[in-house]
């Protein structure tokens, strides 16, 4: 058990019981914990409040980092701001801090309308939300973004999916599956019964390089990003910057994330319609592809787009890549910020 | 030993006996043999000569299938057109078909430079060549093509390197660094003394997937192209073209190509300075990025051209990307064809 998850790294956060949670696989996650930190003030007709979503590894912490902030667009002075942690990231009820029998390898698959439903509960049972401002996130973040959009459509004013996909395509399944097999290929991994995380760091360096590889773009590597912010060699950059972020991780959490982004799916809920399923939207939608994407490319985006009812597309600009998730491209987080000002000034 | 290389899959082709061949990283080949094949006659002034180089895995055969033919471009009725084995492949001397002890993760590490050198060994030694009309190769044959380029300029009338750059980049590096891991994470791979190449069929898939990943383009997938290729499933495909063009290589000779590819960069020549180096160039160059690589992108090719006097920039497109070099999308390969046309019809 490792104390990367802990309250030190990813904290403070406060905990909703979720009980047994019954999951959309035909699970059930007892004594569900869902995880989260809110930021500002409802206001008295409850009309102020923002859900910021979660990505693959992703906590509140790094998410309240990057997207929250005075005088930026999530702003608590004027909002109430809910950062969720998705289900399995390490810090909600997560494979690595599950009790006994359904811990590790044995927790339950998880899909993306599990963690929406969850959150649904929070907003509802815990705050008594009717409807969100707006519902924003990245990635996997993104993913939830659209099935909330989708699945509950009086409840989402606004959207912003940024760098993510309604429906998970064919690409994204591979390069997920080839993540997935970075781990479960170390024999360290034995079937996910190691005895420490760290023991299957073999795997976990392979899945950094990956990420390494799909995470940024091209350009970001010709164009000496990596030196630029301070590391001199791509051995550092992959050691320092990629392992660093991935190494201490739990590889059943990632795994249990892995396997949920991979069928992430909106129109599961109209009988695999993707049209007749993004075609409910009602929420006013901006979509945010970033421009050197090599994993929800501009076109996959706009795809998805030209399928949602009032929605608009901005892609935005940054060779990091899918990566710029992280907001260490200044001039990309002030266009992202821009973009939500609108978002969020619109009548909607 | 596998039958896979046999005469059969890739001949006919001739031997080339180099006898003992130094290596640029300090070792030798001994009694190495370059295995090449040739198509047409070579003019009494020796001026009508093509060189084809080979990619990463590919051999004589499917170069002949994707390049030559009647009324084409490389057309074996106007040129005598020579296509070389790549030191590794598995037709010319590679791990698997050396004799012991140097055989296995005993055969010595390769260079683009020692392909090239043996090349050059062959089209002067054994023909008499003193210039190329031209030489034209993809991926590592493009790497082969921008090393004849600058490192035997006055030998070299025309190149026409294809998606592959000369100087190997970073991201490119990291990304045949997890192919690399996806075989030597395989514990049958035993550090390379694996009994059958057979035994590292786990390996050998993962290859196959992230070549499926990064080979290929998101609009490839996005478009239903496995489909139209005759693959109903994502699954299919990945088993039955991806692992059914790579399972059956021989792991050793993958990673002697590997990381030959690794470290391609014709800067060698001059000390570090790729500027210097490609300035060397004399050969009118058309530089030939495909639009939707997502290894050797447009930017990074373009980046070199205009280092190359003499040179110009097309684009093939095709959203097969960087796989586009085996051949399955026409229009791109006619596309291809206009340009080598255009290119041989030059005075150079």
Redesign the interface.
Known sequence: MTDFYGVENHGPYEIFDLGDFPLEEGGVIRGCKLAYAAFGHLSATKDNAILVTTWYSGTSKIMEKVFIGPGRPLDPESYFIIVVNNLGNGISSSPHNSPAPACGPRFPRVRIGDDVRAQHRLITEKFGIERLALVVGGSMGAQQTWEWAVRFPDMVARAAPIAGTSKN???????A??LI??IT???AWEDGFYTKASDVH??LM?HA??W???G???????QGR?KALGFPT?EDF?TSFMFGYFGPMDPNNLLCMAWKWQHGDVSRNTGGDLAAALGRITAKTVVLPISHD?IF?I??CE?EHKLTPNSTLEVLNSIDGHLALQGLDNSMMTQLDRALFELLSASA
């Open positions: 395509t064919e690409h994204d399944f591979l390069f599956e080839t097999e970075t290929s170390d024999p073999r795997g392979r390089k990956v390494g590889v799909m940024w773009s091209t350009e970001f590597y010709r990596p791509l992959v090599m490319p076109s996959d795809a």
